[in-house]
């Protein structure tokens, strides 16, 4: 577990998605740990409010990069524009999902969030950790969802891109720990954040289900460097266990009636 975590993974934390929700709390998070912060999203006046107030509130230093990450530039901007800062923690957070029957949500929506959600990471990563292994230190955590522990019914385009995102980082953890690079997979379950509404759903955001970015990125930033995988919260936790023992068909019905009971 690391202590000074600048010292312990670089000086810069990249949190993707930083305009809102659990990527939003991930800058804070990890501002109140020291780490400066570039904020990446598309809404150029919410990552500019939220860095002036992570810099009046924990004096670290910010960089917003708003850009449409999806874009075939947006990467090698991103990059370029970070050639001289050393980014120590890459947070691959930003994600989007869509709800309904398969065959009525529009299929640029599926290669839209197929690049956002899987792409992206992949890219990202592959740019920075080439200067992380360099320095023999860093961190990094790919956005997973409770609903890549079993198929979901309505939601299947997207639960596909989180189980991409549960192996890529289990398996990185496995290969890069001997560098000293820390990675994992953060997996929620329902978190109360504007991804729901996106997605085409709005469901009564209450309840012992619903959890709040504050714990779910306190959790990862508890698991990182200890854990490859995280599920977060008890119940969640849970459920994902018993998903392992039951039939797989009773599964996947199960997680098709929780996905409509949202809607
Ligand atoms: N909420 C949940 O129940 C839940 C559960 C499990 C996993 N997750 C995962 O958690 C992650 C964060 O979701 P959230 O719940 O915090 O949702 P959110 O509040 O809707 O946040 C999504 C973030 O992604 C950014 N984004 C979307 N499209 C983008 C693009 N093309 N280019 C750049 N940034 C883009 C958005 O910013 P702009 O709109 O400003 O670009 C926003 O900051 C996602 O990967 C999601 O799959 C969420």
Not at 29 to 49: C, D, F, H
Not at 90 to 116: C, P, R, W
Request: glycine share 8%; hydrophobic share 40%.
């Amino acid at each position: 577990m690391i202590h000074n975590w600048k010292e312990g993974y670089g000086e810069w934390a990249l949190v993707t998605g930083a305009s809102s929700g659990i990527g939003k709390e991930f800058c804070y998070q990890l501002a109140n740990r020291g780490m400066n912060i570039i904020l990446v999203a598309r809404r150029k006046t919410l990552i500019e409010e939220i860095a002036s107030d992570i810099e009046l509130k924990n004096g670290v230093k910010t960089i917003t990069i708003d850009l449409d990450i999806t874009e075939d530039s947006s990467i090698d901007k991103i990059y370029d524009k970070l050639k001289n800062i050393e980014v120590g923690f890459l947070v691959n957070n930003a994600g989007i999902g869509s709800f309904g029957d398969f065959h009525q949500t529009e299929l640029i929506k599926y290669q839209n969030m197929i690049k956002l959600n899987c792409m992206v990471p992949v890219i990202l990563t592959f740019k920075f950790l080439e200067k992380m292994l360099n320095r023999k230190k860093g961190a990094i955590i790919f956005l997973s969802s409770k609903s890549a522990y079993q198929p979901t019914p309505f939601f299947s385009v997207y639960g596909a891109t989180k189980v991409f995102n549960l192996f890529l980082g289990e398996a990185l953890w496995s290969e890069y720990k001997k560098n000293g690079i820390d990675i994992m997979s953060l997996s929620p379950g329902l978190v109360n954040t504007g991804f729901q509404k996106n997605a085409g759903v709005t469901p009564n955001q209450k309840g012992l289900m619903w959890a709040n970015p504050k714990e779910v990125v306190g959790t990862a930033l508890n698991s990182i460097g200890i854990k490859s995988s995280v599920v977060h919260g008890k119940l969640d936790k849970f459920l994902a266990f018993l998903t392992r023992l039951s039939p797989r068909k009773l599964s996947i019905k199960v997680a098709g009636m929780v996905a409509k009971s949202q809607a």
